[in-house]
């Protein structure tokens, strides 16, 4: 089962991006007025989503095959920092995951304080 299935039930949209580009071109929801989606508010898709940080660095980890049967780590995100909760079999599958994450656009921090190595 993949992280976006095993976190958010979903199947992977066929069009689905880790990085897509905003659809949304109206104002934005922290009400600047410069009429685009924020960076962590952007959807698999492109569209407007709360959770689109999060389903996006789900997205990444599905698309990065080292990481195909991990199941004890689980993404979230407050604003634009990705939480990761859980636990990680190694310190070295953390810092892939943190560098995977990082990556995603719209990230700007990714917190591991709720993460065990174990």
């Known amino acids: 089962m993949g992280w976006l299935q095993r976190l958010f039930g979903l199947e992977k949209p066929e069009d689905a991006q880790v990085n897509p580009t905003p659809t949304d071109t109206g104002s ?3 009400g600047s007025g410069d009429g685009g989606t924020p960076p962590e508010r952007v959807g698999l898709n492109g569209e407007y ?10 997205l990444a980890f599905d698309e990065d095959g080292r ?13 634009s920092t990705v939480v990761l909760k859980g ?3 190694s310190q070295d599958i953390l810092d892939q995951l ?3 994450a990082r990556g995603v656009n719209g990230a700007t ?6 993460v065990s190595v174990g």
Not at 49 to 58: E, F, Y
Not at 67 to 77: H, M, R
Not at 109 to 114: I, M, W
């Open 87 to 89: 636990e990680a079999p």
């Open 49 to 58: 989503d709360q959770s689109g940080l999060a389903k996006r660095v789900a």
């Open 28 to 30: 934005d929801e922290t």
């Open 67 to 79: 990481f195909d049967d991990l199941d004890s780590v689980y993404v979230a995100q407050t604003g």
């Open 98 to 100: 943190v560098e995977v």
């Open 109 to 114: 921090d990714v917190s591991t304080d709720g």
